[in-house]
């Protein structure tokens, strides 16, 4: 998994923008869209559950989208609504103790390609990191609008593509 701490960067995105995944009920592919640094350390900050898999409804599932939308290096371009299927790859991350490294990538759609075009990605220049980032790199935490369906209106959360 430690190839994983190279997805922060877009040359290596654009160089591999799937997942292939074989597991024993056959081959899926997964497109990437997120790459998140995260902490799982109490003192660098608010816990962002990374490793989350249970949701209340299509509006939970799609706030937590949201939030890893806004934790995302990369702007991969990627859409995600609420009926897609999520994987995360998370692997040791060494800028801080307690850091990790989450690769999220929603499954291929029926019907749809595999195929990404990565030439809209692009580093997210309004990223959130945990804290500690900012005490130590100077700067605040970039100010996101809290609700994922007023993100969607006022266009700040451009992965959206179902139907709010």
């Given at each position: 998994?430690?190839?994983?701490?190279?997805?922060?960067?877009?040359?290596?995105?654009?160089?591999?923008?799937?997942?292939?995944?074989?597991?024993?009920?056959g081959k899926s592919t997964w497109k990437i869209f997120s790459v998140m640094k995260v902490s799982?350390?109490?003192?660098?900050?608010?816990?962002?559950?990374?490793?989350?898999?249970?949701?209340?409804?299509?509006?939970?599932?799609?706030?937590?989208?949201?939030?890893?939308?806004?934790?995302?290096?990369?702007d991969t371009g990627v859409t995600v609504r609420e009926d897609d299927e999520l994987l995360s790859?998370?692997?040791?991350?060494?800028?801080?103790?307690?850091?990790?490294?989450?690769?999220?990538?929603?499954?291929?759609?029926?019907?749809?390609?595999?195929?990404?075009?990565?030439?809209?990605?692009?580093?997210?220049?309004?990223?959130?990191?945990?804290?500690?980032?900012?005490?130590?790199?100077?700067?605040?935490?970039?100010?996101?609008?809290?609700?994922?369906?007023?993100?969607?209106?006022?266009?700040?959360?451009s992965a959206y593509d179902g139907n709010d």
């Amino acid at each position: 998994f430690a190839s994983l701490l190279f997805f922060n960067s877009l040359d290596t995105y654009r160089m591999c923008p799937t997942i292939t995944l074989y597991i024993e009920e056959g081959k899926s592919t997964w497109k990437i869209f997120s790459v998140m640094k995260v902490s799982t350390k109490e003192e660098h900050g608010e816990y962002f559950p990374f490793s989350r898999t249970s949701f209340l409804d299509d509006d939970d599932f799609m706030q937590y989208v949201y939030g890893v939308y806004q934790r995302s290096v990369l702007d991969t371009g990627v859409t995600v609504r609420e009926d897609d299927e999520l994987l995360s790859l998370v692997t040791c991350s060494y800028e801080y103790d307690g850091f990790r490294t989450v690769v999220v990538a929603r499954k291929v759609r029926d019907g749809e390609s595999s195929e990404v075009d990565t030439s809209k990605s692009r580093y997210n220049a309004r990223v959130v990191y945990p804290d500690v980032w900012y005490t130590n790199h100077s700067g605040s935490q970039p100010v996101w609008t809290e609700n994922w369906h007023d993100a969607v209106k006022d266009g700040s959360f451009s992965a959206y593509d179902g139907n709010d």
